[in-house]
């Protein structure tokens, strides 16, 4: 036989041999037959098996495409390799080996009589009963679920009296929601909506939560999606990312040209000081620091909803999508953000997404505090293992912070260029308003501390201790154009290493001078730094 062999021996030598090999289950033949019926035509064999036995088994249930030999990494590339190509790759598994490529399918379906443990979790559809049969009867079910979804939405609209649209807002229609996410929908009618309406939204709304979805939804004609907007700032924003999902194409077009009138008509200006007011309460409830020990990587200081903020900005004054539409000569606004500056942004969402469907699987729930007893586990989830005398939670912890700190800073850089864009270069106060103030080579700009023209830090990085050491003389903020240009031009700081003038200023604005220790303010400035 080829399949395992064990041997079993005494002290007088060998007296026996166990040889071990697969019987294929008598069910597996009606079982591919069934997939072939529904449509299902290339059925491939992925196995870790010999190559031999594995071509034994393709050829008894009538496989012809198989591979044997195969790591689980081998078996996920050869998922996504499908996936390039087009084709929708639906996963049936039962082994640990088997759940990466569980997670990398389009649909991942565990077998799982046992627990499953890993690959449970790696899969988008658990069974609890090891017969084939049962992949048959889900696929089946959710093939019937999504016909009846289109038919009762089309039903519905096609029963209203008058027209309507079904438009995906907020993160739904961003394309953008974690595992247990709400999804919001907006009815938009051509008039005022009639009872008729309401009767057909609220058919498909019971729809929708009998499936167990959490819908927040709102019904409304265009005039009255004009006129929240106009009043509510977290409605205006939800509608900025407005989809079609189904129904009048028109009319939701003649809502999607009136919303943004309405925007243009009422200036950028408005929007971008309601959403800094509004990301600044944030910060106050949520922590005023991105270095809290359990943060909330939603609402807290460096997390999702601050680069959130940042994309409404940039897409309320520039029309963009990503941040990567910013870069380059170009680019609206003509590059304000560097291509590396624009790859940190998507780095940090890619992690913090990360993070957060993490947490909400472990958690079974919205849940988006990084809490002391969830940090270890959903670092374990994403390979965070222990280094040296670093724990694996402690690397994790430590990425998240660096991840939160490079979000303040993309903050810091971005803003002020779409404020800047949006309303115009700050009035400066001229020379004769403050002439010793000006022969430092810093200026007033809407009262704060900016740096004069031709005495910018890349020409003079003396300039980047100097500006601190003004502020905190006469009691001056930053300007935000100002910490931009501190964050462009860290790197000058190194050409002061070994400066004894610079030297001085470090430990002034650490400690202050003798007798002026209560102006110093050491922490403060040194933040800054």
Same mark, same amino acid.
């Given at each position: ?85 087009? &084709?929708?790759?639906?996963? $049936? %598994?039962? *082994? ?7 997670? +990398? #399918? =389009?649909? @991942? ?40 979804? &289109?038919?009762?939405?089309? $039903? %519905?609209? *096609? ?7 079904? +438009? #995906? =807002?907020? @993160? ?358």
């Amino acid at each position: 036989a080829d399949g395992l062999r064990a041997y079993i021996g005494t002290s007088s030598g060998a007296v026996g041999r166990i040889e071990f090999a697969d019987e294929l289950r008598a069910d597996l033949t009606p079982f591919f037959a069934s997939l072939d019926h529904l449509g299902i035509r290339d059925t491939q064999l992925l196995s870790g098996d010999k190559t031999e036995n594995v071509a034994k088994v393709a050829g008894a249930v009538g496989i012809k495409t198989f591979a044997g030999n195969l790591s689980p990494e081998d078996k996920v590339n050869r998922v996504r390799a499908l996936e390039k190509s087009g &084709r929708r790759v639906l996963m $049936v %598994g039962d *082994g640990t080996n088997d759940a990466p490529a569980l997670s +990398a #399918a =389009t649909v @991942g379906i565990a077998l799982a009589g046992h627990g499953g443990g890993v690959v449970a979790e790696a899969a988008d559809v658990v069974l609890l009963i090891d017969e084939p049969s049962r992949v048959i009867e889900a696929i089946a079910i959710g093939r019937r679920s999504l016909r009846i979804a &289109r038919q009762s939405i089309g $039903v %519905g609209l *096609g029963l209203s009296l008058i027209g309507m649209a079904v +438009a #995906a =807002t907020g @993160g739904y229609g961003r394309g953008v929601l974690a595992p247990f996410s709400d999804i919001d929908l907006l009815f938009i009618t051509g008039d005022t909506p009639s009872p008729h309406s309401f009767a057909t939204v609220e058919f498909m709304l019971y729809f929708l939560w009998d499936l167990g979805l959490k819908v927040g939804h709102a019904t409304r004609s265009v005039e009255e999606c004009l006129a929240e907007a106009g009043r509510d700032l977290t409605v205006r924003t939800s509608m900025i990312d407005a989809r079609l999902l189904a129904g009048e194409p028109a009319l939701f077009g003649l809502f999607e040209n009136r919303f943004l009138t309405f925007c243009a008509s009422d200036g950028a200006g408005s929007f971008i000081t309601a959403k800094q007011a509004e990301r600044d309460a944030r910060h106050h409830r949520y922590g005023e620091t991105p270095f809290l020990v359990e943060p909330n990587i939603k609402e807290g200081r460096g997390g999702l909803r601050d680069l959130q903020t940042l994309y409404w900005m940039s897409r309320y004054v520039f029309g963009t999508q990503v941040m990567g539409e910013l870069v380059g000569p170009e680019s609206p606004g003509g590059g304000i953000l560097t291509d590396a500056e624009a790859k940190h942004a998507r780095r940090s969402w890619d992690f913090l997404w990360t993070v957060r469907f993490h947490l909400h699987y472990v958690a079974g729930r919205a849940e988006d505090r990084l809490t002391f007893d969830l940090q270890p586990v959903v670092g374990a989830r994403m390979g965070y293992t222990r280094h040296g005398r670093q724990d694996g939670v402690e690397r994790f912890m430590r990425h998240y912070f660096l991840t939160a700190r490079e979000i303040t800073r993309i903050t810091a850089v971005l803003e002020p260029a779409i404020v800047r864009a949006a309303l115009g270069p700050p009035a400066l106060a001229g020379a004769a308003n403050d002439a010793a103030l000006h022969e430092e080579g810093f200026v007033l700009a809407d009262g704060k501390l900016l740096c004069a023209p031709g005495n910018d830090f890349g020409r003079h990085p003396m300039a980047i201790l100097r500006i601190l050491q003004v502020a905190r003389e006469r009691g001056l903020d930053l300007h935000p154009l100002a910490i931009r240009a501190l964050i462009r031009h860290e790197r000058g700081g190194v050409a002061l290493r070994g400066d004894p003038a610079a030297g001085a200023l470090f430990l002034d604005l650490l400690s202050g001078r003798d007798g002026e220790h209560s102006h110093a303010e050491g922490a403060k400035w040194i933040a800054v730094l």
